[in-house]
């Protein structure tokens, strides 16, 4: 599957891009909102399974309208626990060490960040999940999922389309890297992503990427690490980074990278 093969569908908020495998169609939701959100939306003979959940009110109203009439058997929560307006009757799933991250753990302290940061245009109501996922399959709505739960929350293979979600990748926008070790596991993840031989790799801050992207951000987290152990401290390190990839969006994340390589 072409990463570029969609059909594009105008929300009142933000876009639909519409991929479509035959027997399943890949509804990729490109939120608009102040976070570049990403919501996906899996669907199989009529009915659907949401890849978690914008958490904007009107990207949550936009596609609360678009999924109106229309059979939703479960919303898949993992790195966005905030935004408990979008489909609150759906049934929610989650492992259990998600469902903490976004009640306990450094999602609730995320959620809080944006909540003051953006006020009543961020919805910090956090979903109530109903279904705690295990490591391995489960299929929902005939669709059949493999979880795979990480530090913080959890990954989701896809096999009937070939794709794997994740949080991150982005491969011309910079990450939130806490030091070369963490940079090492990242790229070991990625090597397996290439082994693995995805179609598409799906993430809450991204556009579907493909494996050509993945090279591209394993190259970066070499160059990056080569940077920081060039550096003194987190100013020069920033300024290191920038000059090598003037064009990479995400500035924020590097902030975030920068403090934490220097600690």
Known sequence: MNKHDFTTIRLRQGEMHVY???G????????GDPLADEVFLLEKAGRFVVLESPCFVDSIVALNTYLEGKDVVGVLVSYHGAGASFLPEAPKFATANAVDYSK??????LIGQFAAAFGSAFDSGVHAVDHLLEEGPVTIGGL???IHRTAEAFDVEIPEINAVYTHMLGHDCHSIVAGAGHADGMIAQLRDYQKKGYDLI???HYTPEDLKDVQMKIDYLERLKEIAASCEDGGSFKEAVKRQYPAYSGENY???TAGLFFA
């Open 20 to 22: 479509d495998f035959g």
């Open 24 to 31: 399943v169609k890949l509804h990729a939701y490109q939120t």
């Open 104 to 109: 306990n753990g450094g999602g609730k302290a």
């Open 144 to 146: 059949e999922f493999r």
């Open 202 to 204: 799906l993430t809450s």
């Open 254 to 256: 590097l902030d975030m």
